[in-house]
């Protein structure tokens, strides 16, 4: 990859002074002999600190995992650099009498065999336990009190509370729904209550009672409680606007209102509407409803646990109800947008102020979903009867350390999709059943990366290219980068001219827990080569597709080696954590296609791209394409917000 791409990558370059202390790691002294191609190997780091030689003869290419385990409330610096070494026998010991670290294959993990769940998951009815008359006389209140967090104040201040009340709007056998008195029913879409009661007490208790628990009754009036309120429109003095929401201290006895409502209670935002969103939003948020009770349920004292496996937990099961990607389209898409800055264990998301961080939100489903992959069913219904929490809970859940889990999982993240997937399980719909269990989870694909999702495919408008891949030519300047702790930087080595034996070193800032893992990749292969700009001038010539389109257009000129067929080009908006984005899949590039030709072995495409984006503002473009043996290749290119006169080489 072209040194040049690098500066697009939101990485800045610097020349470091680095000084002693390394550690070397020569490939003829490794024990292994020659690394094969798309293995993954650890890189022993000590210290923060590493240093591998590697061969640049015949246009070797490596994939360099930079992973941290430290703090994910931290930025760490990354620093890379590299040197000409004599291609000779090397000393055991350097200078310092430091001896050299090692390289060694990453072995597959132990895994259970894949187990759909019926005999792990016992049966949970969702009825409540039978209650006295006194509890039954409560249940017939036609009003409740309710309270909710409405500032950016600290949840610890009853000042930041707003009193709701709520009125029976709909009931059925295990829900009773309740309406903000605020509004009147006629504000509401039509049929709003009862289709919550429905899908809940029809679809969602059951698959969430099948696949994770039980849900408590914590105010013992033998219904499962649902708040409508526009106050989930106006949160944080009216800067945030929430489809749901469950607090955890709603279910410990500890906290007295407004701090916590001592009930089992869901709030809905009043501005929802029935269909696939509604079901999708109901499952995620009713699976934190039986976390929470599973944790808290009498005779247990368990730790609560961490914010991110609590909403890893809830879009798993989310993904197993399989009714719609729309809450988890966006998150998936920002995560492989910027890995590195998006932490995976963050054991309270406000107070790290990454709360209703859509990458974060992405990562931990990805994870969560591989290690469901990975280790079996029975994953998602150990976790939340835990006597522990966090990482200590996965780690007891899989058998496996988490400096093992997250370097398979880096690795699962950047493999899944180099060869796209066969057709995908049946996901709810008609097929839909009461009993249905991991519906969409399956043993790991045969590429090494995710079953669930493509991640070199299209997802819902999304065009997804992988995680973004960082080139550095080590002919030019180092590398320098920022990883957020718990998270991962995907670097692409190369040497465009010039061979020989370069040594690579690594340095990170102290308490990084630097975590490296190598992938040789194929020798020699050329990119995709990708120029943009806009066009202001409308061109007929681009097909009828163009024609059904107003306003500016993107010109895109692709150049791509013989063979290489290009499967989808993703505009979009190059900033805001819903950026506006257009897919365009082969049938539709067909139609925008102007020019093509032949030079130098590769095929020249021009393309005019009817983007919906705003005219000169700033875009990224992601480009994938398949070449004659079925891998995938990914190109991202950012287009400046200036227009242009032509395209320009990026």
């Not at 929430?242 to 209670?265: A, I, N, Q, Y």
């Not at 835990?386 to 496996?400: C, F, L």
């Not at 269990?437 to 090494?448: H, I, P, T, W």
Request: hydrophobic content about 40%.
């Amino acid at each position: 990859m072209p040194g040049a791409r690098a500066a697009r990558f939101a990485l800045s370059l610097v020349v470091p002074a680095l000084v002693g202390g390394w550690w070397l790691l020569r490939l003829e002294d490794s024990g292994s002999g020659p690394l094969e191609v798309d293995a993954a190997y650890a890189v022993e780091v000590t210290a923060d600190r590493a240093r591998v030689a590697l061969p640049f003869e015949a246009g070797e290419r490596y994939l360099l995992v930079v992973g941290s385990l430290g703090d994910a409330e931290r930025r760490y610096r990354v620093r890379l650099s590299a040197e000409f070494t004599a291609a000779r026998p090397l000393p055991a010991r350097d200078d310092g009498g430091i001896g050299n670290s090692q390289l060694r294959p990453v072995e597959p993990l132990r895994r259970t065999a894949f187990d759909r769940g019926r005999a792990a998951f016992a049966a949970h009815d969702v009825a409540s336990p039978a209650r006295s008359a006194g509890d039954a006389a409560a249940a017939q209140a036609t009003e409740r009190t309710f309270f909710i967090h409405v500032t950016e104040g600290p949840l610890d201040d009853p000042r930041h509370y707003a009193r709701v009340i709520g009125r029976t709007l709909a009931e059925g056998r295990h829900v009773r729904v309740y309406l903000d008195t605020q509004l009147s029913p006629r504000h509401l879409s039509g049929g709003l209550g009862e289709e919550i009661v429905r899908v809940l007490e029809e679809r969602v208790m059951p698959v969430v009672a099948r696949n994770v628990g039980a849900w408590r009754d914590v105010d013992g009036d033998g219904r499962f409680s649902v708040l409508i309120s526009p106050w989930l429109g106006r949160l944080q003095g009216g800067r945030t606007s929430l489809g749901g929401f469950v607090r955890g201290s709603d279910f410990r006895e500890e906290f007295h209102p407004p701090l916590g409502c001592r009930t089992d209670v869901l709030y809905l935002n009043a501005n929802l509407r029935p269909g696939p969103h509604l079901e999708t939003l109901l499952a995620h948020e009713f699976t934190h409803v039986v976390c929470f009770s599973e944790r808290t349920r009498s005779g247990r004292a368990l730790p609560a646990e961490d914010d991110w496996l609590n909403e890893a937990i809830a879009h798993a099961i989310e993904h197993v109800y399989g009714e719609s990607w729309s809450n988890l389209d966006h998150r998936i898409h920002e995560f492989l947008n910027d890995p590195a800055q998006y932490p995976l264990v963050v054991p309270d998301y406000y107070t790290a102020g990454l709360w209703r961080n859509h990458g974060c939100r992405g990562g931990t489903f990805l994870f969560l979903t591989w290690c469901v992959e990975q280790f079996g069913a029975d994953v998602l219904r150990r976790l939340p009867r835990s006597p522990v929490s966090g990482v200590r809970n996965v780690e007891a859940a899989t058998g496996h350390s988490m400096d093992e889990l997250f370097r398979h999982w880096c690795l699962a993240v950047y493999r899944s999709g180099l060869t796209p997937p066969g057709p995908p399980l049946a996901r709810g719909g008609a097929s839909f059943a009461s009993d249905i269990d991991l519906v969409g989870y399956q043993s790991q694909s045969a590429d090494g990366g995710l079953a669930a999702v493509d991640l070199r495919g299209r997802l819902t408008s999304y065009g997804l290219a992988g995680p973004r891949v960082a080139g550095w030519d080590i002919n030019e300047a180092p590398l320098s980068l920022d990883i957020r702790g718990t998270a991962a930087a995907y670097i692409e080595i190369t040497a465009d001219s010039g061979g020989g034996l370069r040594r690579i070193q690594v340095e990170a800032d102290d308490g990084t827990n630097l975590q490296l893992t190598l992938i040789p990749l194929p020798a020699n292969e050329r990119p995709i080569e990708c120029m943009a700009a806009w066009s202001l001038a409308r061109d007929s010539s681009a097909g009828s597709y163009l024609d059904r389109r107003d306003g500016a257009t993107l010109a895109v000129s692709i150049s791509a080696p013989e063979g290489l067929a290009i499967e989808r080009i993703a505009v979009e908006t190059a900033g805001g954590a819903r950026r506006a984005v257009d897919c365009f899949d082969a049938e539709s590039l067909l139609l925008c296609r102007q020019a093509e030709h032949a030079a130098g072995g590769d095929r020249c495409e021009t393309f005019g791209l009817p983007t919906t984006a705003q005219p000169g503002s700033a875009l990224l473009l992601k480009v994938v394409g398949r070449d004659a043996n079925g891998r995938r290749h990914c190109v991202w290119t950012d287009v400046p917000a200036a227009p242009r006169s032509g395209p320009e080489r990026l």
